[in-house]
């Protein structure tokens, strides 16, 4: 019987799962899988923890989301197509939900089978390679720290790439006398309530982050842009400056003579695409892009085509686009898709990096997502959903940030599975500061 390794019970493992499950409901005789995560529970990043730095077992902890995480996008455009907002809580909901009540729709999807039991949960896995013909897939068990060994015929690489920090180094770091972090390791922005706190990045951590610790209390923000500032109309306490030159004591001074006095730094610089655990001829090398190189459409690995990466690309569209590659994977695996000769693929490859290579501003990045999303989406019996609609909105809520980056998060918009409209929040994001679901759902 063919074996099925998935790698990581995040939202794109989860879609791997939910994809064999949905098959075999069709009558349909779906490979053997087994899915190894290191977490001790199921949801990727969406499961919340407070550890920083590396676990009880001595592995890195992969978290990086936070208390007071709001969704930064509006929840119709990550809708899963067959299991709406409407279906799971029964009613419809305000557009930009807490983490919790992401990660409570996520796993209701997935509870309801038997997808549980093919997780190993506190299990690491240390090494693929492609060995006669097969995978060997090793792997250890956190709590009774035993390694193993099994063969697999296809392995699903879904873990992430927001998990291993990118950490550079300013000239001053070594003697300033404050605390200096990467947003990885960012948990609580209660903690900076009245600090002068200095955020590096001009992208989403950098953006949310510098705003958390605004809207809990710090005494200033101020944020240090490499390339190109965000540009929004900041609130009062908070601002954005040219690049950091250096830290001289308790001082960050800009490269456009700006001088902050600051009691933290936290580096919003991003993360690395960082697989230890593949061998070299197997292994995605990549800076965070939305068409990732030698990945047949954006999924199959170029070189051998019984390995699939998915949720690999930078991200407007997650977790329909997940389960759009996650559909496509199956049906690669279970033989319903032929992958084309080497030179279709490399053609195809091409074609799509070449576009994302000129791709200049949001809205054309949005195009370019939802088209590949489209293509993917043709390809297997993914249900139904409105991608067209998904794209008005993700161009609409751009323009909310711009237009106000404090409240567009207070806006609401139609699904794209049941076209019912989420109603507008009790509360305001900017005085909303319990992230309950409790809180959340209540009228
Ligand atoms: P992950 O969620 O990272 O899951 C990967 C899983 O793989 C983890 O459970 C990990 O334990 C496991 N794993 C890793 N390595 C191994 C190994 N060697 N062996 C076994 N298991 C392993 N997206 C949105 O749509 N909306 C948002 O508001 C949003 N906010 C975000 C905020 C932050 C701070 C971050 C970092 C990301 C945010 N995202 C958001 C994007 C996020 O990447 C996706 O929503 C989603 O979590 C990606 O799913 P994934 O399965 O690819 O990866
Ligand atoms: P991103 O989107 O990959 O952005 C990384 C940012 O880090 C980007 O603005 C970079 O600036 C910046 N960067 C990288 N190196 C440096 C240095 N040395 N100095 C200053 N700035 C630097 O990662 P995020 O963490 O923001 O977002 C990841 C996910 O988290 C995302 O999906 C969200 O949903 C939440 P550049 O643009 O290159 O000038």
Redesign the pocket.
Known sequence: MTKVAI?????????ALRSFEQAEKNGEKIPEIVC????ED??????YSWRTGSDQYGDPV?????RY?????PKE??EFADYSFDEHFGKPIPSFPP?AV?YDYILGRVKKGNIKSKIKFN????NVSYVNSNFEVT?RDKKNDKISKDIFDYVIV??????VPFIPEYPGMKSFPGRIMH??DFRDAEEFRGKNVVVLGSS??AE?VALQCHKYGAKSVTIGYRHNPMGFKWPKGMKEVFHLDRLEGNKAIFKDGHVQEADAVILCTG?LHH???ISEDLKLKTGNRLYPPMLYKGVVWQNNHKLMY???QD?FH??NM?DCQAWFARDVIMGKIKVPNDSEIEKDINKWVSMEEKLENPEQMIDFQTEYTKELHDLSDYPKINFELIRKTFKEWEHHKVENIMTYRNKSFASPVTGSVGPIHHTPWEEAMDDSLKTFLNK
């Open positions: 790698i990581g019970a995040g939202p794109c493992g989860l879609s190894f995560d290191k977490q199921w949801g990727g990043l969406w499961n992969p978290n990086s989301m936070y995480l709001w969704s930064n996008g455009c990550l983490r992401l299990t690491s896995v240390t792997y879904s873990t992430g790439h927001f998990s947003s990885h989403y951590s949310d993360y697989f230890p655990f998915l949720g690999m991200q997650t977790f997940f």
